[in-house]
């Protein structure tokens, strides 16, 4: 190994190669991040190792498996999160490996650890009934109430992703005739998702009750803070529970349920796959990406009018401020 040591490479995964060579999403940063966190803290306390002595010679194969069996046993991680930390691992071992290819056959030895096989367990989404039945138990009548009507319909209607949902701003917003909201998905890929016009115009309706002066994102707390992937969560088991179904739903069940609707009401896969912004190695060179006006004739003609938009909220108008949010570009 040259003189540049397991600090200085750890250093540059993180600030350079990351960030600037792979453009990685800043979730993915933070979960690498953990992951090392962790397996440092392993070292440290667990192996008893003092950080100065943390090097590529100490850390081989066996050790590596080791501290992934604590993870599973010490800490009752999942298998996921057991192969979410070793893809983290095996990332930065691939940067190295291309810095500093001396120790091919080392690094080779850890890349080659194998993923745990996991049992799938069963995805859950919403059937329509279920869908209607849980914002049938929101109540509109209070601010909070409305906020969450609109955040769940908006979640479901654009089928988005929970990081998505929660960068959202009022400029993210096009609420014209052709109505969509921008978003940055995985790998900081932009995309524009057709929204339906009731959804329009109850975002319209929410903008107009609120004050956004001060407020940057367009779902907030009572304290005008951007809610969290946990404050979500809680939102969403709140009224799955109201409803009184017995399915595990997380927010990301939400964009599930939309999928599956659409493929239950016949709509083409790629244009399913386009309005998720997913993307797939072995469909790379037949994927077509489908324009917004493709895309929206097809989500309009598998549309069904399931959500209870007929519960209409009590809302403050303010008529120059929807012009003004009709011309959002």
């Known amino acids: 190994m040259n003189n540049k040591n397991f600090a200085y490479y750890l250093n540059n995964f993180f600030n350079i190669y990351l960030p600037q060579e792979i453009n990685a999403s800043i ?83 850890i890349l080659q650890i194998r993923v745990k096989k996991n049992v799938k367990k069963k995805k859950e989404y919403l059937t329509i009934d279920e869908l209607q039945t849980v914002f049938q138990t929101i109540n509109t009548k209070t601010i909070k109430g409305r906020r969450d009507f609109v955040l769940l319909n908006l979640l479901y209607d654009a089928g988005l992703r929970l990081s998505e949902l929660l960068e959202i701003k009022v400029m993210d917003l096009r609420l014209d005739n052709n109505p969509c909201v921008n978003v940055i998905g995985k790998g900081r890929k932009g995309r524009s998702v057709p929204i339906m016009n009731n959804t329009k115009k109850l975002l319209l309706q929410f903008i107009s009750e609120n004050d956004f002066s001060n407020v940057s994102y367009l779902f907030s707390n009572s304290k005008k803070e951007k809610l969290t992937s946990r404050s979500i969560q809680k939102i969403v088991d709140k009224y799955i529970q109201k409803a009184n179904i017995n399915k595990k739903i ?11 609707h659409l493929l239950e009401a016949g709509v083409n896969i790629v244009y399913i796959r386009d309005f998720l912004g997913h993307e797939s190695i072995t469909t790379t060179e037949i994927y077509a990406q489908a324009n917004e006006k493709t895309k929206r004739e097809a989500i309009n003609k598998a549309y069904k009018d399931i959500l209870p938009y007929n519960i209409t909220p009590s809302w403050n108008k303010n008529e120059d401020l929807l012009k003004q949010l009709l011309s959002l570009k």
């Open 250 to 260: 997380s927010p990301h069940a939400l964009r599930r349920t939309r999928a599956m």
């Open 27 to 109: 979730n993915t940063i933070i979960s690498y991040k953990d992951t090392f966190n962790l397996l440092i803290s392993y070292l440290v306390n667990i192996k008893k190792i003092e950080i100065k002595n943390i090097t590529f010679e100490i850390i081989d194969k066996d050790l590596i498996k080791e501290f992934l069996k604590y993870l599973e046993d010490a800490r009752n991680c999942s298998i996921n999160t057991r192969n979410q930390r070793l893809a983290a691992i095996k990332s930065f071992y691939q940067y190295v490996n291309i810095e500093d290819p001396a120790n091919l056959i080392k690094f080779q030895d």
